[in-house]
C-alpha cells in the first residue's frame, strides 16, 4: 500500500481556487508577509515534511504504543526524532505571535499545516496540536511574566502544553471537579488531585511540559463558578527561567484504548504541585472555552483526517483488487477478473468517502477563513459576523465532521473485505483512531446542545443568520447557473426548511426544554449535511468554470462535477429522515423508566 | 460493570408469546422430544453455563488472543477447559441428527443456544459454531463411509471442524480459487495450497479438526465449475477411525486482527495433505452453499450478540454515571448530578440500539422458525413457502444485523464518552469484535446483491411474495387494533412502496444490470427496517394484550409499547432516504473514471 500523499490539489482547489485566502490574507493583520509564493512554499515543504518524516511513524506508533517507564512516559519510536526536526523547521511557531518568537503568519495557514501533520500520523500531530490550546490560553490571559516565561519555548516548540480538566468523576461536567488548588506564602498555589484522559499528558519528546490545570481554591463556590486555571510545569523554572529540578506532576498510569496508541493519555497525579493562576480566581472555565473552540476545530480535522486516508486507501485497493466480473461485461478481459472498482456498490462506498472527505475540507477551510478574520480581521463588524459564524460552524464542524469521519473510515474497512480487518493494512488502524473523535473535546451530544440550545436558541436564532443567510444568497445568485441552477433551488428549499426546523423546535423548547436535547443532534447532523451541499455546489460551480474555461486539469475538475452530483443525490436525502425525527414527539424517548431499558 | 446476563425473559417473549415455538415443535419431525419443560430447562442451563463459564473468558480472550506455537495454535487460557464442560454437557449435539449420536432437537433451539453462547464470548463460540456448517455439509453431501467415520465425533464435540475457502487472491469469488486436489492411487486426493482466513482453523481445544476444502481436481473447468470440495482432517486417522499422525496440514501465520482476538483467524497450508473427495467432482460450490445459508444465519446473530451487550453495558454505566443536570430539573436532587439516563440524547442512543436488539432478535427467531419448517416440517408445500421466506430473510437478516449491530455497538461506546474508549471497559472491545460481522461468511454488498439479484430480481419477485404478503396479511388484519392500527397503515403503505421499488428497480435492470448493484445495499437496508417494523407492531400487539389481561411484569410489556413507538418515530424514517438513494440514477455512481477518484 502505497504511503500517505499530502492532498495539496485539492487543499489548493479549496485554498486558492473557493476561498482565495490569498486575497484574505492581504486584507487582515499580520497577512502581509503571506504571499502567495510564500504560501506555496509552506505547502510544499509541510506535504514532503509529513509524508517523509512523521507519515512513516503511523503504523510503528500504533504498535508499539508508549511506555510509562521510571521517569515518566515514552512515546513510540521516531516520535522525538521527527518532532525535533518538526521544531527545527519552526512548524510550531508558525501562525504564533511574533511577540513570543512566532512568525505571525495566519491561524488558517497554521491549520494547514495540521491538516496535512494530522492527517500523516493522527496520534503525533496531537503531541504539538495539544500545545496551540494552551498556548492560546496564556497568550489570552496570563500575566506578562508568565507569558514571558512560558511562551518563547512553548512557540518554539522547545516545550509543549497540555489542559488537564477531566477527573475520573467528570468529563461533560466540569463543575463537580475536585482537584484542590491552596495558596502558598510566596504567591504560588499546591495544586493536588488527580486528572484522567490527558492526552500528551506526559513523553520524553521535549524539555519540560506546561500544564494548564483546572483546580478549585478551596472557598470557592461549587459547581461551575468555583474553578479557577493554573500553569503548572513538569520541571519547575530557576530564576532564569530553564528548566530546574521536578515539579510533584507525574503520570500514574497510561489509558489502554482502541486506537491513537502512539498518543499518551495519561491519568496525571498532581500531589501538592506548583501552580501559577491563571488570570482572576474562579474564571478558569470561561478561560477555557477559548482555548476550547479553537481545539474543537483541531478535532473537527480529524474526521476529514480519517476520511482522507481512507480514500487514498481505499481507491488503491479497490484499483489492484480483482474479484468477479462487472454486471455489464468484462471491464478486464485479459486479467482473470476486473478490479472491485467497476462494481456500482463498491463506487457507492468509495463515492461516500471521496464526497465527504472534500466536503469536510471544505467545511474545514470555512471555519478557517473565519477563524482568520476573527483573529486578524481590520473591521470590527466583519470580526463579528466571522466570529457569530465561526461559533455556529464550530460544532456543527466538531460533531459532523467527526461522526461522518468515522462513517467513512468504517467504510474503508468495508472496502478491503476481509483484508481490512486484518492490521495488515492500514484500514482498521484508521477506523481505530477515528472513533475517539466524537468523544473527546465534547462528545457529539454535547455539541448538538452547544449548536441548538446555547447558540441558535438561546440567541433567539440571530447567531444561526449569518451561515443561513450565505448559503441563501449564494443559492440566489446561482439559481440560473447551468451547473448549479437545481443544486441552488435545493439549497434555498433547505435553508428554508432549515429555518422551519428551528421554529418548530423552538416553540416546542418553551413548554419544554428537554426538546432541545431530543432534537439536537439530528439538528446537527441536519446543518451538517446542508452545509455540505452549499460546499458541494461552490465546487461544483467554480469546476465548471474552470473546464469552461480551459484547463489541463480536466480530470480533476470533472470528478467534482461527479461527485458533486452523487453528493445531492445519494448523501443529501439524509436529511429528509433527519427532518422527519427530530420533529419526533419527547416522548418516544422520555416515556420509558430507567429501570425499563434492560429487563433480561 | 456487571457481567454478561443471558437475554432469557426477552428469548422467551420471542419465541413463547410472539412465534409460539411449543405449538411448532408438535408439528415438526422430531419436535416431540422438545417439550416446553425440557425447552424451559434448556434455556436456564445454556444461560447458566454462558453466564457463569463461558462470558468469563471474553476479556481475557480479547486480551491475551491465540498464540502459533511449535504444535499449533493455542487459544486464550481457559478456552480449552470450558469447551471440554461444553463437551461434556452434550451442547454440540443438541440439533444433531440422532443417528449419528445427536439429540435431534429442533434446529431453533440448537439457534438459541448459539445466540446465548456468542453473547457470552462471540470468538470462543466460533470453535464449535464452525463445526456446525461442516456437520451440515457432510450430512448433506458425504459418503456413508465418510458420514460414518467423522460425523459422531464433530457431533459430540470431540473433533471440530472448519469451513476452508478463502485464499489471498480471492474471497467473494471464489472461481479464481487455486488450491489444486491430485488423485492418489489409493482414490484420497493431495491437497496443496494456501487458505487465508480460516476461522478457527486450528487449535489445541480438540483432538482433531475437520477441514473441508475447496480445491480443484487438475483439468477441471476454470472458473466456479471446476471447484470440488475435500474432507481433510487435521491428524490422518487409522483404520479403526482413531487419531493417528499428523496430516500436511499446518497454520503457518495468525492474522493480528482488530477484534475477535480470542478465535485463531489462520493461514492454512495444505502441503500434499490427504484429503477425500466429497459427493461428485466440480459440484463443490453447490454443495457449499448448504452451509453457507446456515453460517450466514450464525452470522446474523452476531449483530444481534453486540447488539445486547451494547445496550446491558451502556443502560448500567447510564443509570451509575451521574454528570450535569436534566434540563427540566434536578432527577437526582441528593446527587452532585443526574444520572445520564435522563438527558434525551442518551436515551436516544439508548432506545436506538434497545429496539434494534429487541428487533434484530425478532428477525433471528423469524429465520429460525422457517429453518425448522425447512428441516423438519411435515408438509412440503409448508415446506417450500418457508424456504422461500428463508432464502429472502437470509441476506436480509445477515446484512441488515450485522449493519445495525456496529451502529448499535459504536452508539455503546457512545454512551460511555472517553471512557467507552478504553479497555477498561467493555464497549470498545464489543465495537471491535462486532466489525468483522458486516465482512465475513459475504459482505453486505455480496448480501445485497443476493437479495435483489438473485433472489428477488432472479424469480421475477416471486420468491419475496412469502415476505411481503405476510406483512401484508398481518397489517390488515390489525388495521382496527387499538394500539397497532397506526402501525399497520404504516406497514400497509410500506409494502406497497417495497414493490413499487422492485418494480423500479427491476425495469431499470432490464435495460442495465449495474442498476441492481447501484440501488441494492439501500434496498437491502429498506428491507430492513420495513421487517423490523412488522416485528415492532408484532411485539406491541402482543404487549398490549398482555397488559390488558393483566400480568405481574408490567414493566417489561410497556417497555415494549415505549420501544415500538421510539422504533416507528426514530428509526423507522431511515426508510424514506433509503427509498429515495436508492432511485438515484446509475450514472452518479458510474461516471467518474477510475483516475479521478484520487488526484493528490
Known sequence: MADYKAPLRDIRFVRDE?????????????????????????????????????????????????????????????????????????????????????QGLPVSLGMTVSEIVGQANWSWGMYPGLSHGAKHLLEA???????????????????????????????????LLRTKAEANADGSYSITGTKIFISAGDHDMADNIIHLVLARVPGSPAGTKGISIFVVPKNNLDDSGNVAERNAVSCGALEHKMGIHGNATCVMNFDGAKGFLIGEQ?????????????????????????????IQHATEYARDRLQMRSLSGKKNPDGPADPIIVHPDVRRMLLTIKSLTEGMRMMGYHMAYNADIVSDGKDEEERKVADDLLSILTPIGKAFMTEVGCEAASLGVQVFGGHGYTAEWPAEQNMRDCRISTIYEGTTGIQGLDLLGR????????????LTKEIYVFAKENLENETIGGYSVKLQELTKEWGELTMH????????????????????????????????????????????????????????????????????????????????????????????????
Not at 455 to 466: H, R
Open 18 to 102: 473557493i476561498f482565495d485566502f490569498n486575497t484574505l490574507y492581504t486584507k487582515i493583520n499580520g497577512g502581509e508577509d503571506a504571499t502567495p509564493d510564500m504560501v506555496d512554499a509552506i505547502l510544499d515543504e509541510i506535504g514532503r515534511f509529513a509524508e517523509q518524516e512523521i507519515a512513516p511513524t503511523n503504523v510503528t506508533g500504533d504498535r508499539e504504543g508508549c511506555k510509562l517507564g521510571e521517569d515518566g512516559v515514552i512515546a513510540p519510536s521516531g516520535f522525538k526524532e521527527v518532532y525535533q526536526k518538526f521544531v527545527e523547521g519552526g512548524w510550531p511557531s508558525l501562525s504564533a505571535d511574533p511577540e513570543f518568537g512566532g
Open 141 to 175: 490571559h496570563g500575566s506578562t511574566e508568565q507569558k514571558d516565561t512560558f511562551l518563547p519555548r512553548m512557540v518554539s516548540g522547545e516545550w509543549t502544553g497540555t489542559m488537564c480538566l477531566t477527573e475520573p468523576h467528570c468529563g461533560s461536567d466540569l463543575g
Open 282 to 310: 474562579n474564571k478558569g472555565l470561561s478561560y477555557m472555552f477559548t482555548m476550547m473552540n479553537s481545539a474543537r476545530i483541531g478535532t473537527a480535522f480529524q474526521g476529514l483526517a480519517h476520511s482522507e486516508l481512507a
Open 455 to 466: 447558540k441558535v436558541l438561546g440567541s433567539g436564532g440571530e447567531l444561526l443568520k449569518p
Open 505 to 600: 423546535i423552538g416553540m416546542l423548547a418553551m413548554e419544554n426544554p428537554e426538546e432541545v436535547g431530543a432534537a439536537s443532534v439530528d439538528y446537527l447532523m441536519y446543518a451538517g449535511y446542508v452545509c455540505m451541499a452549499y460546499y458541494w455546489a461552490q465546487m461544483a460551480k467554480t469546476a465548471a468554470e474552470k473546464l469552461a474555461a480551459g484547463t489541463s486539469e480536466t480530470a480533476f475538475y470533472e470528478a467534482k462535477l461527479h461527485t458533486a452530483k452523487f453528493y445531492f443525490a445519494r448523501i443529501l436525502p439524509r436529511t429528509i429522515t433527519l427532518a422527519a425525527t427530530m420533529k419526533a414527539p419527547l416522548d418516544t424517548l422520555m416515556d420509558m423508566a430507567e429501570e425499563q431499558f434492560v429487563i433480561s
